[in-house]
């Protein structure tokens, strides 16, 4: 295991997968508690129109992502509290799109040589030390923000009548939230991909809420559960030469339906237990 350390690109690898385990275990914390799946998807997909416009225009493939993730998240998350019995056709709409608006605008992009693949299912063996950086730097700025927010996000998570009662600035905050879920989702791209990122932000921290009391110590144990399944893909891919970014998902998908089974032996022994 530790002799893919002597390589640089595994070194930034792996940094780069402890930096993703961190921000996705919190963010998909909050996805998953306040059900944002579906939304958090259509997010990933669409921001595909933003690296597309980001090659069209010879911009930095963040930049264009990010503002475009940003855009088609404020309009999912508005219809989303006004027309909650439409929002799934929005969200449906808004994913298509962006995914065509990307694939067409690279079509048009004077020599285009984009590896398509890179941005569908991650290169985490590619990323450079300059875009290290920058996700420690954006992370930084998200983690301060749910911070401060920390209270009123706890609130609105569990009982969103009640924090409005106690004055919460609940719509300010699903807004903040689903920005901050865009801007993670551009981040994840490297990793993981715009298909397998909504995975990602999942599945740590659908299994970390069976064996959490409060949201922080599922977010700590949705961390804990990313830097494996990263890390553990890693050394799947570079053992047995396969892609990173699926191996890293094939891993936690193992993991997902062995805590199902657990759930299901534990409850039928439950069950037993109650008719003896």
């Not at 911070?147 to 004055?167: C, K, N, T, V």
Request: hydrophobic letters at 55%; charged letters at 10%; one cysteine or more.
């Amino acid at each position: 295991m530790f002799e893919i350390l002597e390589f640089e690109f595994m070194r930034n690898a792996l940094a780069a997968g402890l930096l993703t385990s961190i921000i996705c275990g919190i963010i998909g914390t909050l996805i998953v508690v306040n059900r944002l799946v579906f939304l958090s998807g259509g997010i990933a997909h669409s921001a595909y129109g933003g690296i597309g416009l980001a090659f069209y225009f010879g911009w930095p493939y963040m930049v264009g992502a990010i503002g475009f993730a940003l855009f088609s998240a404020m309009i999912m998350a508005g219809v989303s509290l006004k027309s909650k019995h439409r929002s799934d056709t929005i969200v449906g709409v808004m994913w298509a799109m962006g995914m065509a608006c990307g694939i067409l605008l690279l079509d048009m992009t004077p020599g285009y040589n984009v590896d398509l693949m890179s941005y569908l299912f991650g290169s985490i063996l590619s990323v450079p030390q300059s875009d290290l950086i920058t996700m420690a730097v954006i992370g930084f700025f998200i983690l301060i923000g749910i911070g401060y927010f920390f209270q009123d996000l706890l609130a609105m998570s569990y009982d969103e009548e009640f924090a409005q009662i106690r004055g919460v600035p609940v719509k300010r905050l699903y807004f903040l939230l689903v920005g901050s879920v865009a801007v993670t989702v551009v981040i994840v791209v490297q990793v993981v991909g715009l298909i397998l990122v909504i995975a990602l932000l999942t599945i740590p921290p659908y299994i970390a809420e069976k064996y959490s009391k409060s949201l922080v110590g599922m977010m700590v144990r949705s961390c804990l559960l990313g830097v494996a399944f990263t890390s553990g893909g890693l050394w799947l891919s570079y053992t047995f030469d396969l892609t990173s970014g699926a191996a890293i998902i094939f891993l936690a998908g193992i993991v997902f339906f062995i805590s199902l089974g657990v759930d299901k032996v534990l409850l039928m022994k439950k069950g037993a237990i109650l008719y003896q």
